[in-house]
């Protein structure tokens, strides 16, 4: 069984359209993530949900809005996409915030034409 | 705020070299968590280890350890006797205490190639 579980692992749209990215774990954590890889492999924390209340929001812009329906999910909802939003997302869990270890899905790499 | 960097962008070594990825930190807490993630080719991130800032003692695992020192704020990994499987980016990464306990800092990760 797959601990962190997101999909798709590939994304390609086009500009303007709006696109979702889904993540399950399986794990009983608290705590999950979305961070965002650029295409010089910096990874960036962009929101993090502890019982499905939102913790922190990193300067994302407002076109991305993650929706976590129960502990077990993090969705991550992508409005007007623009070509700027290309990159890998990884979501994540941990036991209870990052002072343990989190675990990582499998990445979900989007790309915006 | 919290910084973490890594130094050396990219290293390239011979199969069976002994090879260490640097990571320096800045935080103002007194308790924080230190990790390291490695990421191969196919993408993954996966977890290698976590230290908290009252655990100062090495640590050995196979052929991986860890040299964690406060007094120059530096969490190195060594890699002992490399092989070409070792051959991925490596990330350092920082956790505070208090409101910034719920998100990980990154490096800019190294990546190691081992050549055969």
């Known amino acids: 069984d797959t601990a962190v579980s997101q999909t798709p692992k590939y994304l390609v749209t086009q500009m303007g359209n709006d696109k979702s990215i889904k993540c399950e774990q399986n794990l009983g954590h608290d705590t999950m993530y979305w961070y965002k890889q650029d295409s010089k492999k910096f990874l960036k924390i962009m929101f993090s949900?502890?019982?499905?209340?939102?913790?922190i929001n990193e300067t994302v812009p407002n076109r991305f809005s993650p929706k976590s329906p129960d502990k077990a999910h993090l969705n991550l909802h992508i409005n007007s996409l623009e070509l700027g939003d290309s990159a890998v997302y990884f979501c994540?869990?941990?036991?209870?915030?990052?002072?343990?270890?989190?675990?990582f899905g499998q990445g979900t790499r989007l790309t915006v034409v | 705020a919290q910084k973490v960097t890594q130094a050396q962008t990219e290293i390239s070594v011979v199969e069976k070299e002994d090879v260490t990825l640097d990571c320096v930190y800045e935080?103002?807490?007194?308790?924080?968590?230190l990790f390291w993630y490695k990421q191969p080719p196919s993408g993954e991130l996966v977890f290698l280890i976590r230290r908290n800032s009252f655990d100062e003692q090495n640590e050995i695992s196979g052929r991986y350890s860890w040299n964690f020192q406060k007094s120059t704020s530096s969490f190195n990994f060594t890699i002992t006797a490399s092989q070409v499987v070792d051959s991925a980016v490596y990330f350092c990464a920082l956790s505070e205490e208090g409101g910034s306990n719920y998100k990980l800092t990154f490096g800019k990760g190294t990546l190691l190639t081992v050549n055969p």
């Open positions: 949900y502890n019982n499905k209340e939102l913790i």
């Open positions: 994540a869990s941990s036991q209870d915030g990052a002072n343990t270890e989190a675990f």
């Open positions: 935080t103002r807490d007194t308790t924080y968590y």
